[in-house]
Every structure is written in C-alpha cells, then in structure tokens.
C-alpha cells in the first residue's frame, strides 16, 4: 500500500485547497473529492494508502467514507479532520475504522509532523480528542473499591494501571498511551512492569487475556 498516495474528502473549497497546498509538499500524488458519493465512486476505482476525510458532507457522513475505503482497501489508514470534537463524532469515526481523528485548528507544521506518525503506525490525535477518549475510558471503566481492584491473591491493578492497560488494549502504544494519560513515556514503562508483575504474564496480550479472566471470575467487566 502507497502511503504518499491520498485522497481527500472536504466539501469547504477554502479548507480543501489549503489543505491541498500543504499536502503538496509532500506527496506527489493527491486527489481531493468534494462529497460522500465521489468518494466512494474514486476508492471503486482507485486505491489510496491515506484517506483524509471531513465528516460534515453534503451529501452525507464522513464515516460512510470511512467504511467504504476500509472494505475496499482494508490496509489504508484513515485520518478524520473536522470541526466536530464531540464524543459522539469521535467515537463513531473510531469504531468506523479511523486511524486517528484531528480538529481543524491544526497548524501548517502539526498536519506534515501528524501525516508522518500516522505512516509510523501511530494513532494522531489533537489534545482535545485524545481527553475525550480518556474521559470516555474512565466513565465505562469499572468503578474500583478504593481505587483497586480486590483480587483473592492480593496482587491489585490501581486505577491508572487499569487505565493504562485499557488504552495498551486499544492498540495504543506506550508513548500514545503516556500523551493520553499526561505523565511520561518512563513513567508508562513503569506501570508496565508492574501490571505484568501483578498479573504474572510477560506480553501485553497475556496482560489483558489475565486481567479480563479475573474480571470475569469476581463477575465484572473485561476490558472491551
């Protein structure tokens, strides 16, 4: 998959050519579409290693671009940019497929430096967005006693281990996960070691895998 091949979805003239100049820079090859059903039509015909979509579109969602690129290349990586930061947006783009969602206050320098963690498997998100989601997380989280989760062999995951293996479940990496929780990459590194410690396991996978078995076993939620 190309990933200096993108195409954009913005109905604004002023915003798309903007965003079209900036996007020149640095890939050669860009096509911009102004509504749902030229999108759908191109992404029937042409493959893009990027996808740029707005979500307020005339004739239609964003999101339903988002579907329709990731059934028809499920390898492209799609990045939201709109004005819309409510969790509602948010989350519906999320669960869609988008690799990563941005507010339309970005500036010249943050779009090149967030197309660039998007090609290296990160997951953009602006400052407000990345606080949506962590307050998301803390309201679905189960709500701990004392803030531990009390474990027959007494080896409890605190509040910010839970939130933090929450967010390493979602696919976030450590320094994403650091941003999300506002304390270091080192400090995240540390918090690793002991929820492996906690919960006996040496991988990620068999970090969650063993939490949502105890979770399970004193009848509460598992991590989704």
Not at 162 to 176: H, N, T, V
């Amino acid at each position: 998959m190309n990933l200096d091949r993108i195409l954009l979805v913005e109905d604004d003239e002023a915003t798309r050519q903007w965003l079209l100049s900036q996007l020149a820079r640095q890939h050669a090859d860009v096509h911009a579409c102004v509504n749902v059903s030229e999108a759908i039509a191109w992404l029937d015909q042409q493959a893009a290693g990027i996808v740029l979509t707005d979500l307020g579109l005339p004739d239609g969602s964003g999101i339903d671009v988002i579907r329709h690129a990731l059934r028809r290349h499920p390898r492209c990586e799609v990045l939201v940019i709109s004005i819309f930061g409510d969790e509602g947006h948010v989350v519906s783009a999320i669960e869609a497929g988008a690799s990563g969602y941005l507010l339309k206050d970005l500036s010249t320098d943050s779009l090149g430096e967030q197309l660039q963690h998007l090609k290296e498997g990160g997951s953009p998100l602006s400052p407000q967005i990345a606080r949506t989601l962590v307050k998301r997380q803390r309201q679905m989280a189960p709500a701990p006693e004392a803030g531990h989760i009390a474990y027959t062999d007494g080896m409890a995951l605190t509040s910010r281990e839970q939130e933090l293996l929450a967010l390493i479940a979602k696919g976030f990496s450590y320094q994403e996960s650091a941003d999300l929780l506002s304390v270091s990459a080192n400090t995240v590194r540390t918090y690793i070691k002991r929820i492996y410690q906690k919960l006996s396991v040496n991988s990620r996978a068999e970090a969650v895998y063993e939490f949502n078995q105890r979770q399970v076993q004193l009848g509460l939620s598992p991590l989704r």
